[in-house]
């Protein structure tokens, strides 16, 4: 946050000879805080004191944390976790409670979800280095330990995810007309998909609780990191749903239904945004700071601004606007495939903008010990 500079004077002191021979003082300046600044400030909720801060203790400004190893494979797989169990947990909603229409939001929904899943168990591979290192993490089970309980939760998630997905293509004729074709189609689906769903609403949000979890300052001040990649994961999972049945052609109703969803959705996550961002504080300026390495213009400009705020505005319109003549309506229908992929958009910088931010945040020697005094 190096445009907020209220609490610190720039003190200038000109050494001029006037002809009396006494100093001229130039009086102290204060730089006008930025925009970025502004809403760091008024976000968090913290104003920067460079002054009193670097009085504070440390151990010679060396980080007390060891900066964590994670890339963009984890940050992938939080991303397409994320629209793995949101997307389920839709499509289950609209098989139990919708309408005939609404099955069309079922069967797009549960295929996306297990196309989005496949990628998640080599990506976590992937940033474990050695595959076997996943294989023994299942050797145990830890209540207590997020990584373990992540790795259980995405291993009974693949199954509902993949039993759901196989009977729903069993239904529509995919895997042809054999009689284990027809046995699949005979499965309880809307039975299975209950407990499916647990599952997929744990795989959506446990991944800020694994983040919160760490000595991490931005991620571990805040007890709203889960609950912000949960509403995420409906907001992009909704998303990632509308933008399909645009494409393929979906009834008006239905899709109507799908903005108002994802309305909602986007509005409780700049609410649980909001809530973080409050509660983390000084922590949080690694994440909305524009300080070298810091993550401030990307998270604002991207993130906030084009990824949630915008299409937040633009649904707003768009549900407004109920007249819609069939012209109207096409045109519509390309406004809202924008507004899903500004909402995709978002999402995945979100949870890049949360784990870079982790990278300088473990840096902050000062901030650290300031964490750990709470």
Known sequence: ???????EKVALTIQRQSGSGTPMSVPAITPRPGLLATLA????GYQPDPEREL???SYYDYPSLKAPV???EIIWYFFMGGLAGGSYVLATIASLFGSKEDRMVARVGYYASLLALLPCPPLLIKDLGRPEKFLNMLRVFKFKSPMSMGVWGLLGFSLFSGLTAIIQ????????????????????QKLLAIPGSFFAVFLGGYTGVLLASTSVPVWSRS???GALFFSSAFSTSTALISFILRIIGAPAKTLHKLERVEWMNMLVEMVSLFTYLRTSGRAAKALVGTEPKEQGRTFWGVMVGSGLVLPWLVQTFLLTNKQ???SKARK??????FVSALVLVGGYFLRRTVVNAGHTSSADARTTLWNARR
């Open 169 to 188: 293509a069993a239904r529509d004729n995919i895997l042809g007309d054999w009689w284990g074709a027809h046995l699949l189609a005979r499965l309880p």
């Open 223 to 225: 007890r709203m990191l």
């Open 1 to 7: 946050m190096d445009n907020i500079r209220t609490s």
């Open 324 to 326: 819609d003549t069939s």
């Open 332 to 337: 519509r229908g390309g406004i809202g495939m």
């Open 41 to 44: 400030l008024l976000s968090t």
């Open 70 to 72: 994670w890339s963009w």
């Open 55 to 57: 009085h504070e203790k």
